[in-house]
């Protein structure tokens, strides 16, 4: 759709509702906001202007603005993102909602934590663990991510598992929509059945439907006890195949981690460290949690009868420190690597998963791929990152790439999978999606959108197009 350009006028107006300091037009300051973590240039847009909100009513404010005058707003938290889902590919204004970094509250008696989109995943679970809490929501960035941007994009990550996704953590939202309305949607309760479940629409939207201004979510009481065991695999099958297994034996682990061997080498490179059994092994590993110390030992004679029984070489106790921070070093590791890359997030059911796992490398041997692989093993969702083949230009890489992309993802709708577990749409997926997604269900996500953000304010071009 045209929009109007930011005119001095507007520029103005912006500056009345955030403030002089909090509205950036100067391209180089900008350019941070031009781009999320894809490091790819082709995949970069400098916004007109960068506008800092510190309260719903300022953002509110934008949104009015952007009706008024039609020009596109995007929402950022921390530019963590894999999908371009912040950059803004129409110009106009990027609203960051860094400066909101507040931890309202933090309530032990209900268990339930109150913030401000800006407030790092990091520093909620480091100050609720201080009160003997959990938040149970651990994107691989929490050290970096933002809660506001956890929930735009449902963030995944380890502990999925047993405790679900981000939109299982959150009971109400307060969202500024399209249209420039403050509004709270959900709220602190176990239940309810009364009327659509808004909230949960706005999770996962990308911002496309809604800007979140604040969060109440759910905390549980810190688990006692917590082991990590570390099972080393002869081959990437036998890995996988193990989780089904675990599953049917009536154990519900915290996470499960899959890491094939040339990512543990590339991550030793990173880390310049050498990894426990790293000369051939694939990696899976697996946390769980227990009501005590005699419950633990059972649950670890027991996964390890399961892996053994599956073709493990070993199981060990893991040392934890030193297992998460390389598991968790893996998008930093390939980028260490190559700024160009292509980062799958395919999920399948968790019983096709060794199926795909197959199909990838054969895929990737067929279209001389350099593959980086990380897998949350028990959920089915699985991290392939495509490096760039030095031997090829970018074109024809692209090429091998799409030639990839075609055959990847008519196997993972055939066994019932989608083409993102965690990451999201954004721009990057776009045409992805609009080809592989069922057309009767796209129209129905096309008519959510046009009746809450009729101009098109709100994040246009992520998802899919409108008309």
């Given at each position: 759709m045209p ?11 912006l500056?009345?509702i ?76 990027v609203l ?8 309202l509250?933090?309530?032990e ?65 307060e ?8 509004v ?30 604040q ?31 675990i ?50 030992d ?57 199926q ?84 009767d ?27």
């Amino acid at each position: 759709m045209p929009y109007s350009p930011l005119t001095p006028d507007i520029l103005a107006q912006l500056v009345r509702i955030a403030g002089p300091k909090n509205v950036l037009t100067d391209p180089e300051r900008m350019e941070p906001y031009s781009h999320d973590e894809v490091t790819d240039p082709a995949y970069h847009h400098l916004p007109e202007a960068v506008v800092f909100v510190e309260t719903a009513d300022q953002a509110a404010a934008v949104i009015g603005l952007a009706n008024e005058y039609h020009f596109p707003v995007v929402p950022r938290g921390a530019g963590t993102g894999l999908a371009c889902g912040a950059v803004p590919i129409y110009g106009g204004v990027v609203l960051s909602l860094e400066k909101m970094n507040r931890i309202l509250e933090i309530n032990e008696a209900a268990l339930y934590a109150v913030v401000e989109p800006g407030v790092r995943t990091a520093d909620l679970q480091k100050e609720v663990e201080a009160k003997g809490l959990f938040y149970a929501g651990d994107p691989c960035s929490g050290d970096s991510c933002f809660i506001g941007g956890n929930i735009a994009t449902n963030a995944g990550g380890n502990r999925a598992v047993k405790y679900g996704t981000t939109r299982n953590q959150v009971y109400a939202v307060e969202v500024v929509n399209p249209t420039g309305k403050i509004v709270r949607l959900g709220a602190r309760l176990q239940k309810q059945s009364t009327g659509y479940c808004l909230d949960q629409l706005i999770i996962g939207s990308e911002g496309t439907l809604g800007i979140i201004t604040q969060a109440t979510l759910k905390l549980l009481p810190k688990p006692q006890h917590k082991l990590d065991l570390l099972a080393i695999f002869p081959s990437t099958e036998q890995a996988i195949g193990v989780v089904t297994q675990i599953i049917k034996a009536g154990i519900t682990p915290t996470c499960v981690e899959f890491m094939d061997n040339i990512t543990i080498k590339s991550v030793e490179k990173y880390l310049h460290e050498t990894l426990q059994d790293s000369d051939s092994g694939n990696y899976l590993i697996v946390e769980v949690e227990g009501t005590s110390e005699d419950d633990m030992d059972d649950k670890a004679v027991l996964l390890d009868e399961i892996c053994t029984a599956n073709g493990a070489s070993s199981v060990l106790v893991a040392d934890s420190a030193r297992i998460w921070q390389a598991r968790k070093a893996f998008a930093e590791a390939v980028r260490a690597e190559s700024l160009i890359v292509c980062k799958e997030d395919v999920v399948v059911p968790v019983d096709q998963e060794p199926q795909l796992i197959d199909a990838i490398l054969a895929l990737a041997k067929k279209y001389n791929l350099i593959t980086r692989i990380a897998s949350h093993a028990g959920d089915g969702n699985i991290h392939l990152n495509i490096l760039k083949n030095p031997d090829l230009t970018y074109e024809a890489w692209q090429e091998h790439v799409d030639a990839n992309q075609q055959e990847l993802y008519t196997l993972i709708y055939k066994l019932g999978g989608r083409l993102s577990g965690e990451h999201g749409i954004g721009s990057k997926r776009k045409v992805l999606m609009e080809e592989f997604t069922n057309p009767d269900e796209l129209e129905m996500m096309r008519a959510v959108k046009k009746a809450l953000d009729p101009n098109n304010i709100l994040n246009p071009g992520k998802i899919f197009d409108v008309e």
